[in-house]
C-alpha cells in the first residue's frame, strides 16, 4: 500500500505547487518554511507536477542554491533533478559553473566559520530536564560554549601559539652505487 504525499496534504498545497513549479525555487528554502522534508519535496515535484523542460542554467542554478546552504553535494544534485556525475561534468568542462561553484563552496565555508565562532564563544543551547519521581519538576536551559571549538579556531588563527608542538625529523641514507659495477652485469 502506498504512503499518502505529505506534500498533496499540506494545507497551502497550491502555493507549494507553485513554488516547486517554477523550477527556480531552493527545495531547502521550502523545505525549512513548510517543515516539510526536502526529500518530500522533490519526489512531490518528480511524480506529482508536469515536467518541464528545464534548462540547464536552471539546473545549475537550483543546484548551486542548494549547495550553498547545505554543502551536501548529492543531495543538491537531487534537489536540481541531476546526477553526481553530470555536476562533475559541469565542474570539469564549464569555467563559469565551475568558478559559481566555488564561491558558492567559499560562501559555506564563511557561514560554518560564523557558526563555529558562536559556538566557541556563546555555546549551544543545552536543555537539562530534572525530574522527581516521574514527574517533570524544571527544565533548565543553558547555553555552553564548546572548548573544542575554541580550541580549533585558536590553533587555525595563531598556530605558532596554540598549534600543535609536534616536530617530525627525517634522515635519508644516501648510498653511492658504482655504475661501472651495474654496467658489467
Avoid at 18 to 35: F, M, P, V, Y
Avoid at 37 to 59: C, T
Wanted: with cysteine; hydrophobic share 35%; charged share 25%.
Amino acid at each position: 500500500m502506498h504512503r499518502r504525499c505529505t506534500v498533496c496534504a499540506y494545507p497551502r498545497a497550491d502555493w507549494l505547487n507553485q513554488q516547486l513549479s517554477q523550477h527556480a525555487q531552493n527545495i531547502l528554502k521550502l523545505a525549512r518554511e513548510t517543515g516539510l522534508n526536502r526529500n518530500a519535496l522533490a519526489n512531490h515535484r518528480k511524480l506529482h507536477l508536469p515536467s518541464g523542460p528545464y534548462s540547464e542554467d536552471e539546473q545549475k542554478g537550483e543546484f548551486l542554491g542548494a549547495f550553498k546552504t547545505s554543502g551536501d553535494l548529492k543531495g543538491s544534485a537531487e534537489t536540481a533533478g541531476v546526477s553526481r556525475g553530470r555536476v562533475q561534468e559541469w565542474l570539469e568542462h564549464d569555467e563559469a559553473f565551475s568558478f559559481r561553484f566555488n564561491m558558492a563552496k567559499a560562501e559555506l565555508v564563511e557561514h560554518l566559520e560564523v557558526t563555529a565562532v558562536e559556538r566557541a564563544t556563546v555555546g549551544g543551547k543545552f536543555v537539562r530536564k530534572v525530574y522527581r519521581g516521574e514527574h517533570l519538576y524544571e527544565e533548565v536551559h543553558e547555553w555552553r560554549p564548546s572548548d573544542a571549538a575554541l580550541i580549533k579556531l585558536l590553533s587555525s588563527l595563531k598556530p605558532e601559539v596554540y598549534g600543535e608542538k609536534i616536530s617530525v625529523t627525517q634522515t635519508s641514507i644516501v648510498k653511492a652505487v658504482d655504475m661501472n659495477a651495474w654496467a658489467e652485469v
